[in-house]
């Protein structure tokens, strides 16, 4: 007899962990990378959350990703300039798994993030994992037993919907203070356009 599961994928630590998430101070035109250790050796990775079943096999059918919370001046937050580039590095379909006995592996991603004139403040990016709408488990006797995965519907295409399973992460922009006699964080291209509308 089958049951139902929220498929919960976490952020991996160690080698595997999004250096990237909850960095501040990133300058303008300044990039910083999630890989950790020299570049493009230890990628970020997901799994799934072990604490959420003793045994599960899921499958991952898409990827998408968009940065959900942008901050800074009226222009940078009007033309929504993402300070991130991700990229999903397993092909898909892709089977993920977690056994408490034998257990687990995980998905990596390539995430990298490039300050952005007029950006100032908290960045918010957040990854979609589609999901197959059946997943796996098993009996201690090695019976297979069919999983209905409940994660929340999401579209990517504006047609379909899957359950999808999302982990987000962070970034903080600065912009260098404007000299005045009460310093602001506003970048020149803000400055000269409240200039321009001031006269």
Do not use: H, W
Not at 24 to 51: C, H, R, Y
Not at 63 to 79: D, I, M, P
Not at 90 to 114: E, K, R, V
Not at 122 to 150: C, E, K, N, R
């Amino acid at each position: 007899m089958g049951f139902s599961t929220n498929v919960s994928l976490i952020f991996a630590s160690g080698a595997g962990a999004n250096t990237l998430n909850g960095r501040g101070g990133l300058p303008a035109l300044s990039t910083i990378s999630a890989t950790s250790g020299p570049e493009g050796v230890n990628f970020p990775q997901v799994k799934i959350d072990p604490t959420t079943a003793a045994a599960l096999t899921a499958f991952i059918t898409g990827f998408s990703f968009a940065q959900t919370v942008y901050n800074g001046g009226a222009a940078y937050v009007a033309e929504q300039n993402g300070i991130y580039n991700c990229t999903n590095l397993s092909n898909l379909p892709f089977q993920i798994f977690y056994n408490a006995s034998y257990g687990n592996n995980s998905t990596g991603y390539s995430l990298s993030a490039t300050g952005q004139v007029c950006a100032s403040g908290l960045q918010i990016g957040t990854m979609y994992y589609q999901l197959s709408s059946t997943a796996l488990s098993a009996t201690s006797a090695g019976t297979v037993i069919p999983v209905t995965v409940t994660n929340p519907l999401v579209s990517f295409d504006g047609v379909n919907a899957y359950p999808t399973a999302s982990l987000t992460f962070s970034a903080y922009c600065i912009n260098t203070p404007f000299p005045s006699d009460n310093p602001v964080y506003v970048c020149q291209g803000e400055f000269a356009r409240i200039q321009q509308y001031l006269g």
